[in-house]
């Protein structure tokens, strides 16, 4: 990982698969010690990205698949006017570059928002091994079925939930999605911008401003520059108009 702003050569620090915190978020559960071993060996571990830069932008050509180690990255597509259309953000544990696969091009660009660490798969090296290893081929599987869940899932919520339901949304799910990985449900930090989380949930930015103003006055939550803590979750979810048993779609 990296300390402060100092890049650190990833690979003078190799984590095997294995060994890593992520690895059952983002490796199959059960998979052989020389399964896991091949796997390994075929990441590649790039030194750090810094904030702004980019894994791919919308139209290069699709070489590899991007597994999130620390940091976070946003995939948005360019408009013609020169603004940005936000689709996703991506967590430790987390792919990016599913959406090449079929057209072997990138629609879409991804761009780190503070110091992030990734792992690299080369798609043509994770074929041959997905062939003879099926647990990873049923893992990729699991993984494009939950992207085309969590698209359904947003297509609904911008075309029938509200302004106040939306952003709910969004800091219900960024919660679970921090459970997962070990850290606190109740508090964390927003790597992305007031803009981009309007962008994302359709909304203004001053709406959403607005609307994180009023969650702090009613005691919901409170806000530190980019640092959330949730106070009463359960009032955060009460805001959400979902069927009891049903869970909080994936919203990033």
Do not use: W
């Not at 830069?53 to 946003?74: M, N, P, Q, T």
């Not at 798969?121 to 990873?136: K, W």
């Not at 790597?191 to 203004?204: E, F, P």
């Amino acid at each position: 990982m990296a300390s402060g702003n100092k890049l650190l050569d990833v690979a003078s620090v190799r984590v095997a698969c294995g060994d890593c915190s992520l690895s059952k978020l983002c490796v199959p559960m059960g998979l052989e010690a020389a399964d896991m071993d091949r796997l390994d060996t075929l990441m590649k571990r790039p030194r750090p990205l810094r904030r702004g830069e980019h894994l791919f932008r919308a139209g290069d050509r699709f070489h590899s698949i991007y597994a999130v180690r620390s940091g976070s990255v946003k995939s948005y597509t360019p408009c013609h006017d020169g603004s940005e259309q936000v689709i996703g953000f991506h967590l430790p544990g987390e792919l990016v570059g599913l959406d090449a696969i079929e057209s072997e091009e990138h629609v879409c660009a991804a761009r780190v928002l503070e110091t992030t660490s990734v792992c690299v798969l080369p798609f043509d090296r994770i074929q041959e091994i997905a062939c003879e290893v099926p647990s990873l081929q049923r893992q990729f599987l699991r993984l494009m079925s939950k992207e085309l869940a969590h698209e359904e899932a947003m297509l609904m919520l911008l075309g029938k939930a509200s302004a106040e339901e939306r952003l709910a949304t969004f800091l219900l799910s960024l919660a679970q999605r921090f459970k997962a990985r070990g850290f606190s449900e109740t508090e964390f930090n927003l790597s992305m911008s007031r803009h981009d989380i309007g962008n994302y949930l359709g909304l203004a930015v001053e709406t959403v401003s607005r609307m994180f103003s009023k969650l702090q006055e009613d005691g919901v939550l409170s806000v530190h520059r980019k640092n959330i803590r949730i106070h009463e979750p359960a009032r955060l979810r009460s805001m959400l108009r979902l069927d009891e048993n049903r869970s909080v779609a994936r919203c990033g």
